[in-house]
């Protein structure tokens, strides 16, 4: 049974950074892609980032692309980080992280990732 942490989240201000990371217990990452949702109160889980593990490819969502950065620890092969920079109070959420083996065309889609951690909540506030 693979199990995934995500944390790092916290309350920063408009324009700072935060670094979230992803550790998985039960498997290695080295077969799968790993994804970054987000849920903002009141609304649906949206697709942040991705990294397939193997090739190293990395995906963002269009308003994150620029600002995050979606990284994998070689060293570590259960550790994947979101780095998050200019961060924006619409970035605001609580972020999780996924693993699956989606198909290029669904490595947007909640459905295509089928363990999750547990959500770390991200306030971007003055």
């Known amino acids: 049974q693979v199990q995934l942490t995500d944390a790092g989240g916290g309350l920063v201000q408009p324009g700072g950074s935060l670094k979230l990371s992803c550790t998985a217990t039960?498997?290695?990452?080295?077969?799968?892609?790993v994804a970054w949702f987000r849920q903002p109160p009141g609304k649906e889980r949206e697709f942040v980032a991705a990294i397939r593990w193997s090739a190293g490819t990395t995906y963002y969502a269009d308003s994150v692309k620029g600002r995050f950065s979606c990284s994998r620890n070689k060293a570590n092969s259960d550790a994947v980080h979101l780095q998050m920079n200019s961060l924006k109070p619409e970035d605001s959420a609580v972020y999780y992280c996924?693993?699956?083996?989606?198909?290029?065309?669904?490595?947007?889609?909640?459905?295509?990732?089928?363990?999750w951690g547990q959500g770390t909540q991200v306030t971007v506030s003055s």
């Open positions: 039960g498997a290695t990452f080295s077969s799968y892609a």
């Open positions: 996924a693993v699956g083996r989606p198909i290029t065309s669904s490595i947007r889609t909640v459905s295509a990732y089928y363990y």
